[in-house]
């Protein structure tokens, strides 16, 4: 073999495209430890049979070394077929799959007999590979454990996505048709055959049905833990704890503002979670109570020291959940906790414009400086804000505004655009 232009043009990529998936699935966290496992052999086993390619066709091209040249096409056979079995591992990791590993060792015990019989195939005495009787018998369990991998990946048909069905197939016709391939170009150079060229790929698409069959299955979980951590990253500790410590106070002076307190609390906790639920856009009304209770909550805390305007002149849109009430819980820590020896006031506003609708909410609390690298106290108001304003862009394609000064007090502005708004 010579090593040409064309020889690196066909060696590279494929190279290539080995190590890629190869840092891939190393540092893939939502692929199971077996699915690692597996997906590690099948890339090793890969690389072996390059190796074993590249080093049969060099020796095929000098003197005869029967002994290698046998060892590597026993190698090379006996492997082939070993890689549809370790696919069905990424399709049913649970099984066993004993009588596929059957056929795969009586595959090997047959080709082991070409250092003592023909009858798989032989080296001749000019260094030529020469079929046997039983010179099929590789391809032939390669299709049974072929036809077998392909029944497990339509299995459960029903209840699949259809597209993701299209890898098996692809992988299922690539095959044999690189056989057929394969040996209409049997006696041309060529380092790497064309069906190692497409079990490389075949690697590289079962990753793929892997990993679209993870988001498949987990893809509720993920979004349960997503909208759990917004409703977790809007919840302030110190709300809770001070809420509990009023309700605590009133049980003791004021019992009957107590039982109100909890009862406003149980339904401020049942709007956070019933957030959970929601995907998109909730209508503004429903965003608007469960403000509304919360700052309830907070005047049996605040008592006089807090003021609440609201001017509400338009209430027709939507908007994603948990937007206003954590902007407005930022305003009352600020606004209100912030003056410290005076009433603190937040006022609420909607507007409607020929393009959009906007929020408004304002504190005359002291403000601070929006070039500052961090705010006040531990840094929790970024995250909630940086949910809100993630959640706006994403959902209603809307966008927030922070306008601040200090000693004056801050403006934060949500506008949302009518056309991505459906009226209530």
């Not at 990946?153 to 044999?176: E, G």
């Not at 394969?182 to 064309?194: A, F, H, L, N």
């Not at 500790?237 to 039982?259: M, V």
């Not at 907070?298 to 954590?326: G, H, M």
Request: charged share 20%; hydrophobic share 45%; glycine share 6%.
């Amino acid at each position: 073999m010579t090593w040409n232009i064309n020889t690196v043009a066909l060696l590279v990529p494929l190279c290539f495209m080995l190590i890629g998936l190869t840092i891939t699935v190393l540092n893939d966290p939502y692929i199971s430890r077996k699915h690692r496992w597996v997906m590690g052999i099948i890339l090793v086993l890969s690389a072996l049979l390059i190796v074993q390619n590249v080093w049969e066709e060099y020796l095929s091209a000098g003197p005869l070394q029967w002994g290698l040249r046998t060892t590597l096409s026993v190698f090379g056979y006996t492997v082939r077929p070993v890689f549809l079995v370790l696919f069905l591992y990424i399709v049913r990791p649970e099984e066993k799959h004993l009588g596929c590993w059957v056929l795969v060792a009586l595959n090997g015990l047959l080709q082991l007999t070409a250092y003592f019989s023909p009858l798989v195939f032989h080296i001749d005495e000019n260094n030529r590979y020469q079929g046997g009787t039983l010179h099929d018998i590789s391809y032939m369990i390669s299709l049974i454990l072929l036809v077998y991998w392909l029944f497990q990946s339509f299995r459960n048909y029903r209840t699949s996505r259809k597209q993701d069905l299209l890898i098996p197939l692809l992988v299922a016709l690539m095959i044999p048709v690189s056989v057929l391939l394969d040996r209409q170009t049997g006696s041309m150079e060529q380092p790497v055959t064309i069906l190692t060229f497409s079990i490389v790929i075949s690697c590289v698409f079962c990753y793929i049905w892997l990993h679209m069959r993870f988001v498949r299955e987990h893809e509720e979980d993920l979004k349960a833990r997503q909208r759990m951590q917004i409703m977790l990253s809007q919840i302030q500790p110190h709300f809770l704890y001070n809420t509990l410590s009023a309700i605590q106070y009133l049980c003791e002076h004021d019992p009957k503002a107590a039982g109100a307190t909890t009862e406003k609390f149980s339904r401020y906790l049942q709007g956070n979670m019933s957030a959970l639920k929601v995907d998109g856009e909730i209508p503004f009304t429903q965003e608007l109570e469960h403000t509304k209770i919360y700052l309830d909550i907070e005047k049996v805390r605040f008592e006089d020291a807090l003021r609440v305007v609201y001017d509400i002149s338009c209430t027709d849109f939507s908007l994603p959940t948990l937007t206003l009430q954590p902007i407005v819980e930022n305003a009352v820590r600020h606004g209100v906790r912030g003056k410290r020896k005076s009433a603190g006031t937040v006022r609420i506003t909607t507007r409607e414009y020929p393009d959009r609708y906007e929020i408004t909410v304002a504190d005359d609390g002291p403000g601070f400086d929006p070039n500052a690298p961090v705010m006040a106290d531990d840094g929790r108001e970024h995250i909630g804000i940086a949910n809100v304003r993630k959640r706006l862009e994403q959902i209603s394609d809307g966008d927030l505004h922070i306008h601040s000064e200090l000693g004056k007090g801050t403006v934060v502005i949500i506008d949302i655009p009518k056309k991505q708004v459906n009226a209530i």
